[in-house]
């Protein structure tokens, strides 16, 4: 323990908001299609590998990371809508499991269609050249990446909150979310709303995996353990808040990069504590409405 | 299982037929399958893999189907059964019987100790939390290697031969290790179907049916959740220190979130909510998963396939599916 300074601190902590800010665009994708469709995305996961994936194919093809930022939120999402409009649609009505399980198969569906397009063995995914190296942030050098990852989620909530706030197709998503019954007597077709509002949720998730890959590299099974996070996510911050995903997404990271400094053979298990102790003192999370868990 | 029960239990009973017949009977109906069912696959490694997955599927079907509530994270209650039976054996060397008796305890117990911290949500809350914490009893097996094994699992959980009363059965044989590991199997399915048919089963099915007024006819439902979810870790447990035995190894896959999925699968492929469903979804599944593997490797894409095909088209499951039809 000599050897820590609180600068080091202070750079794990910047280094927990990077993991934070993935966790953060991976859980409001969750917390917006489960607030608005009451379905919890079992292969929300799975989007956001094949998002890594669609990136990793369009640079393997002779693409830029930039393209990439733009063309993989697309792509994943118009599938996003694809899914929706055939194999969710169906399930409305019929009781909240059916929608989780068959999002759950067609997580398995889509990795071993990864697995067999592109292989069982993971691959590294190069950090764009602008973004390689390191910035002093004033306590220390930081990797250039991770400050964009930070940057680029402070964008797109920034965009996601003028969009529900600001225009009148997120008036008419907030007013779903509320009371979908009212909101079809006022002559909205809701389902067309819901069909958007998936596509949205998984286009951030595929956002969120390609962010993520420089970082980690892509495998087939990378979405498997980020979403069992990433319920620990919503569930600290209140299923259905986005509010509550940002911040809970942000402590999550926070409590998993700390904890790999003090203890790292204790950095998976820590964010599970967290959720234990919040499910204890405030079962509803942090934002959640009391009531609505039990 | 008591005539009165029965008939407060399964009121449409009435209509007669095979189904009444079966119901009546259903766990001496299982242990008869499972008597002859050897004789019929085409090899017994097969037939105690059905087996020992009928019987995790049993204790999954108990919250999954009769309680209502869907569990993401039954692989903890299976994975400590068999982790506990094989440390038991491993490294204090104690005899098979006791060994076992450690896994149902090691079910009993995650299932305590998960279901205080899960039966605090509910709904579509109590997938994600129960699926989060049985990744946290992953980590934690992984990394006391000590014990467990860690990544290369816990090995040497050599059981050669079984001393019972008096007399030494041979479990290397193939036949006689399954008519051992049935006997555990059949006596459960016995015991699920005395607690089912009990009045606390029908409160079970209360729970599920209409929350609000289980309360109040002043049951405790959280209570009766609690409690069921440790029976099902009991089943769950005595799956897994079979499992143990019968491979001889624990791989820590066994915690793995795969597991807890594999057997949502069997149960709604079988007919969640029906006595006889986990065994046909575990047959099913199993022999399908062998089937297919000969011509690919891509067994998943199948799986996840088919599962999609259910969810969309037979919600019921097989059996299900069969009960509907015989009682029309």
Redesign the interface.
């Known amino acids: 323990m000599a050897g820590l300074s609180l600068d080091l601190i202070a750079l794990q902590l910047f280094a927990g908001l990077a993991l934070g800010a993935i966790y953060v665009l991976f859980a409001i994708g969750l917390s917006l299609i489960?607030g608005m469709l009451?379905v919890?995305n079992f292969a929300h996961g799975a989007f956001y590998m094949v998002g890594a994936y669609v990136g990793l194919y369009l640079i393997s093809i002779g693409g830029n990371f930039w393209i990439c930022l733009v063309a993989v939120p697309i792509a994943i999402g118009l599938f996003g809508l694809a899914v929706e409009r055939v194999?969710i649609r169906?399930?409305y009505g019929?009781g909240?499991?059916?929608p989780?399980?068959?999002t759950?198969?067609?997580?398995?569906?889509?990795?071993?269609?990864v697995?067999?397009a592109f292989g069982k063995t993971g691959y590294p995914f190069d950090t764009p050249e602008v973004l390689q190296g390191a910035v002093d942030i004033g306590v220390g050098y930081f990797p250039l990446y991770r400050l964009f990852v930070i940057g680029a989620t402070a964008v797109v909530l920034l965009a996601l909150w003028l969009f529900l706030e600001k225009t009148s197709f997120g008036l008419i998503i907030r007013a779903g979310a509320r009371d979908p019954q009212i909101v079809r007597v006022l002559g909205v077709d809701v389902s067309r709303v819901w069909l958007i509002v998936f596509g949205i949720g998984t286009a951030i998730a595929g956002f969120a995996g390609l962010l993520a890959a420089p970082l980690q590299g892509v495998i087939p099974e990378m979405g498997?353990t980020i979403l069992?996070?990433a319920?620990?996510v919503?569930?600290v911050g209140g299923?259905g808040s986005i509010g509550g995903a940002v911040l809970a997404g942000l402590l999550v990271g926070v409590v998993v990069s700390m904890t790999s400094l003090f203890a790292p053979?204790m950095a998976?298990?820590s964010i599970?504590?967290l959720?234990?102790i919040v499910?204890?003192v405030r079962?509803q999370g942090f934002f959640g409405r009391a009531g609505l868990?039990? | 299982m008591t005539e009165t029960t029965q008939s407060i239990k399964q009121p449409r009973a009435t209509t007669g037929g095979w189904y009444e017949f079966a119901t009546r009977h259903r766990a001496s109906i299982v242990a008869a399958v499972i008597l002859i069912f050897p004789l019929v696959m085409p090899f017994t490694a097969l037939a105690v893999n059905i087996l020992i997955y009928g019987l995790y599927a049993l204790g999954f079907n108990l919250v999954f189907g009769y309680l209502g509530l869907?569990s993401f994270g039954h692989a903890a209650l299976f994975g400590t059964g068999a982790y506990l039976c094989g440390i038991a054996i491993v490294h204090f060397g104690w005899p098979w019987y006791a060994a076992i008796a450690a896994g149902i305890a090691g079910g009993l117990l995650m299932a305590l100790l998960i279901g205080v911290?899960?039966i605090?949500?509910?709904?579509?809350?109590f997938?994600?939390?129960t699926?989060?914490?049985s990744?946290?009893v992953y980590?934690?097996f992984y990394?006391a290697v000590d014990l467990t094994g860690g990544e290369n699992g816990l090995r040497g959980i050599n059981v050669r031969t079984i001393d019972l009363f008096g007399l030494r059965i041979d479990f290397i044989n193939p036949m006689v290790r399954y008519y051992v590991i049935a006997a555990f199997v059949i006596a459960a399915f016995f015991v699920m179907s005395r607690i089912l048919a009990s009045p606390f089963g029908a409160v079970i099915e209360a729970v599920r049916e209409n929350e609000m007024r289980a309360r109040a006819s002043g049951y405790d439902v959280t209570l009766t959740r609690l409690l069921t979810f440790v029976l099902s870790g009991g089943f769950c447990g005595l799956a897994g220190a079979l499992q143990a035995l019968h491979l001889s190894i624990v791989p820590i896959e066994i915690l793995h979130?795969?597991t807890s999925?594999l057997v949502?699968?069997i149960a709604?492929l079988g007919g969640m909510g029906t006595f006889f469903g986990p065994m046909v979804g575990a047959a099913v599944f199993l022999v399908l998963e062998n089937i297919v593997s000969v011509w690919t490797v891509?067994w998943?894409?199948i799986?996840?396939?088919i599962?999609?095909a259910?969810?969309?088209f037979f919600?019921a499951g097989i059996w299900g599916t069969l009960i509907a039809r015989g009682k029309r």
Do not use: N
């Not at chain 1, 759950?104 to 269609?113: N, R």
């Not at chain 2, 605090?120 to 809350?125: A, D, L, N």
């Open positions: 489960f009451t919890v194999l169906p399930l019929r909240i499991d059916y989780l399980l068959l759950f198969g067609l997580s398995y569906v889509m990795v071993e269609c697995r067999i498997g069992a996070e319920f620990v919503t569930v299923m053979e998976k298990v599970f504590a959720m234990a499910l204890i079962p868990m039990s | 869907l911290l899960a605090r949500t509910r709904g579509i809350y997938a994600m939390v699926m989060a914490l990744q946290c980590y934690l990394q979130y795969e999925g949502v699968m709604l891509h998943q894409l799986v996840g396939a599962f999609i259910c969810v969309l919600p």
